[in-house]
C-alpha cells in the first residue's frame, strides 16, 4: 500500500506565488511518474503537471511558463511551485503518484485547497 501526502496551498491573491509539496511512501518497488492535477467547482479534474524518475515534465497549456513541477527521487515527493498566480487557478490539487514494479497503479493524495483572490 502507498500513503500520498500533499502539503502546502491556501490563501493567495493574485499575482502572488504558492507552493506545494506531496511525499509517498510506503510499499513499492519505483515510483515512476508523480504529478498534479485539479479541480475546481463543476469542472473536470484536469492535468496540472507531470514528472519523471527521469526528470521528464509535462505540463498544462494554462500553467506553463506559471509553474514549476521538481521532485526528489531521495525523498519520493515531488513539488510544484506556482508564480503569477491568477483566481482561474482556485482549485482542490491532488497529487498523483505511479507505481511501477509488479504492475502499474496509480495512487492519490486527498487533495489540498488552492484560493486565489483577486
Known amino acids: 500500500q502507498v500513503q500520498v501526502e500533499e502539503s502546502g496551498g491556501g490563501l493567495v491573491q493574485a499575482g502572488g506565488s504558492l507552493g506545494l509539496s506531496c511525499a509517498a511512501s510506503?510499499?513499492?518497488?519505483?515510483?515512476?511518474?508523480m504529478g498534479w492535477y485539479r479541480q475546481a467547482p463543476g469542472k473536470e479534474r484536469e492535468l496540472v503537471a507531470t514528472i519523471t524518475s527521469g526528470g521528464w515534465t509535462n505540463y498544462g497549456d494554462s500553467v506553463r511558463g506559471r509553474f514549476t513541477i521538481s521532485r526528489d527521487n531521495a525523498k519520493n515527493t515531488v513539488y510544484l511551485q506556482m508564480n503569477s498566480l491568477k483566481p482561474e487557478d482556485t482549485a482542490v490539487y491532488y497529487c498523483?503518484?505511479?507505481?511501477?514494479?509488479?504492475?502499474?497503479?496509480?495512487?492519490w493524495g486527498q487533495g489540498t485547497q488552492v484560493t486565489v483572490s483577486s
Open positions: 498523483r503518484v505511479e507505481t511501477t514494479g509488479y504492475g502499474t497503479y496509480d495512487y
Open positions: 510506503g510499499t513499492f518497488i519505483r515510483i515512476n511518474v
